[in-house]
């Protein structure tokens, strides 16, 4: 493998080709922001909160897309790096729902912490704010498309499920939003409700209705356990409170078919000291329904 | 003792509780921003009102005493209702500065907004406009974000006994501050950060050059190292970094701390810190071992009692040390040098 020699903010390291400047300085412990990023999945380069200063180029680069290149020198905290980033927040923030105050995301929003970082504040503004309705139509999944900042990930990650590509941009310019199917609610779409899309939302579009109103983030202890239902071993999270487990919820699936609902319910009825009741679709409508036939177990339950 | 009912609960408590600490008892949660058990109560805040049957109009739990046969209901509609008002009114005269407030994550208001799902005022009404006070060298005050519970002002004149600050103004124009608006500097505050310890919300914030959200931070409690108080507290720690210090409300300081126990942390990081001693060597200071420093001391201790007698020495311990160790200290030189020359340096 050919090695390149590259110089990141004076520093030079040694990575094999190939490598991008994103993944060339995490190797170095320098951390660099990224909203859309999400490797494997969502390569694209879109939020460009990412951008680091790249001697001898004409613009600021997307770093987790650019290659490295023999004798590059990044910078990537210099002063313009930083004032383009200040930019790029401010524009999100100035179509974003300030409400942090009570978003069940704070506390785990890449906005919220990369805001913080690059102290860029609400400001009050005349421009046009997206004024979209709230889709509560599926009862595991929180819609909330005004806190969307279109990095795409969710719409990537769906279309990674065989079969699925539920969720997808629609409409263009100003009035680009992420649809499921074409543009119904989630409740009417083809979703099944793997959770998939929640896990890797950077911000608080899409969050588990069943972490909903329970506790802040950061009053929440958190354990990771891996479901037994199939061999894929996907890896959800408990989440507790005072010693008891609240909720359940899917972390970022890997490769194979990871976060199935009976997966995601198993876990649930497992490890939830209160879970809540399974709801299914039926003729297009969610219905409460019991365990054993969520988890299909009836049949056997009916033999014993 | 006294019999009443909290939530359809029974319960008896001793003459002259509160309905607070009544239902505290029973393991029901009231939410206050304007109580602390230390204080004399205050019912400034409202949001403790609860229903008393009979009652004309809602009361403050933290203040009203329970009586024989008193029926409260602690989460009524009545209540929510009225919490969730005193809420609105709180947020509409504060800054939604949530995403990259210091408080974000600690703070009781956006504890309350968040349980009695708040978002807005929606009163489109005047809002404060101070600059933000930083006179202090030690901490920040953010008037416009102060919802007056007043506990700063409480405990620097109850507990703190300094007097520093109090409320200048009236009416909407009320606000914590030094007499006649001077700077900290020029008032009787010594800095101790008890106000800033008790404030509920982001007003009061200590100054650090770290940037950390409160999610962030581990606490680990600890024993103040600088005097024979032996004041708790927990430090604020970020990867490896203390970046704060939080008192503990147990004996012997009750929650309360002085200006070094709070903000004098700083040395823990400093690079100017020694860490190992230093031995003079031909004229210059070189990096030892402990070892090596107790056996020169030792050595020329016994050197000098031999030379000069044990009364050419004399030992000088610090307000620092444990009692024990400063009992061990005067052991030393009282029995093995064999003098009474032994003091203490009584304070730092």
Request: proline content about 4%; charged content about 25%.
């Amino acid at each position: 493998m050919k090695m390149l020699n590259v110089t990141i903010n004076g520093t030079v390291t040694q990575v094999p080709e190939g490598t991008t400047i994103m993944q060339a300085a995490a190797q170095l412990g320098i951390d660099i922001p990224a909203l859309c990023y999400l490797k494997g999945v969502n390569e694209v380069g879109a939020c460009r909160i990412c951008v680091v200063e790249v001697k001898g180029a004409r613009t600021l680069q997307a770093s987790c897309v650019l290659p490295v290149s023999e004798g590059m020198e990044i910078q990537t905290e210099s002063p313009s790096v930083v004032t383009a980033r200040k930019e790029i927040l401010k524009l999100i923030l100035a179509n974003h729902p300030n409400d942090c105050l009570t978003c069940n995301k704070a506390g785990e929003c890449k906005l919220q912490e990369y805001a913080y970082r690059y102290d860029v504040k609400f400001e009050e503004h005349q421009g046009e704010r997206k004024n979209l309705g709230i889709d509560t139509s599926n009862p595991y999944i929180y819609r909330d498309n005004n806190k969307c900042i279109l990095c795409g990930r969710c719409v990537s990650m769906c279309a990674k499920v065989p079969e699925r590509a539920v969720l997808a941009f629609g409409n263009r310019g100003f009035e680009t939003t992420v649809v499921a199917d074409n543009n119904k609610t989630m409740g009417e779409s083809n979703c099944v409700s793997c959770a998939r899309c929640i896990s890797v939302c950077p911000v608080g579009a899409l969050i588990d209705s069943r972490t909903m109103n329970i506790a802040r983030s950061w009053e929440l202890q958190k354990e990771d356990v891996k479901c037994a239902v199939c061999e894929h071993g996907c890896d959800f999270q408990l989440l507790k409170k005072n010693g008891k487990v609240v909720a359940v919820r899917a972390l970022a699936a890997g490769e194979g078919r990871p976060l199935c609902l009976k997966g995601r319910l198993t876990v649930d009825l497992t490890y939830n000291d209160n879970p809540k009741t399974p709801l299914v679709k039926k003729d297009g409508e969610f219905v409460e329904a019991t365990w054993a036939e969520v988890l299909g177990l009836d049949k056997i339950l009916g033999k014993i | 003792m006294v019999n009443l009912t909290i939530n359809g609960k029974p319960v008896q408590v001793e003459n002259n509780t509160t309905i607070l600490q009544a239902a505290e008892s029973l393991g029901i949660e009231i939410p206050t921003f304007c109580y602390d058990k230390r204080l004399i109560g205050h019912g400034a805040c409202r949001i403790c009102v609860v229903e008393v049957k009979g009652a004309k109009a809602l009361q403050t739990a933290c203040t009203v005493p329970v009586a024989e046969g008193m029926i409260v209901e602690t989460h009524s509609p009545s209540v929510i209702e009225a919490r969730k008002e005193t809420l609105k009114l709180m947020i509409e005269n504060h800054p939604l500065d949530c995403l990259t407030c210091e408080k974000s994550g600690n703070c009781k208001l956006q504890d309350y907004c968040y349980e009695y799902d708040v978002k807005e005022g929606g009163y489109n009404g005047e809002k404060k406009n101070y600059p933000i006070d930083d006179s202090n060298p030690f901490f920040t005050l953010d008037r416009n974000k102060c919802i007056m519970c007043g506990k700063c002002i409480r405990v620097d004149n109850e507990l703190q006994c300094t007097g520093a600050i109090n409320y200048n103004e009236r009416g909407f124009d009320t606000h914590v501050g030094i007499p006649y608006d001077r700077d900290f500097e020029q008032s009787a505050c010594v800095s101790c950060g008890n106000c800033v310890s008790v404030c509920p919300v982001g007003a009061l914030m200590p100054k650090h050059p770290e940037k950390f959200r409160a999610w962030e931070l581990r606490k680990v409690k600890t024993t103040c190292p600088y005097c024979g108080v032996g004041c708790q507290m927990e430090l604020l720690v970020k990867g490896n970094k203390v970046v704060g210090v939080e008192p503990v409300n147990v004996d012997p300081n009750n929650g309360l701390l002085c200006v070094k126990g709070k903000f004098g942390y700083r040395f823990i990081d400093h690079p100017d810190r020694l860490k190992t001693p230093y031995i003079r060597k031909n004229g210059e200071l070189v990096e030892a071992t402990w070892d090596e420093a107790y056996h020169l001391i030792a050595e020329k201790m016994l050197e000098t009692k031999e030379k000069y007698g044990p009364n050419s020495l004399g030992g000088f311990s610090s307000a620092r040390c444990t009692n024990e160790e400063n009992y061990l200290f005067q052991k030393l030189f009282r029995a093995v040098i064999g003098t009474n020359n032994v003091d203490h340096c009584a304070r730092l």
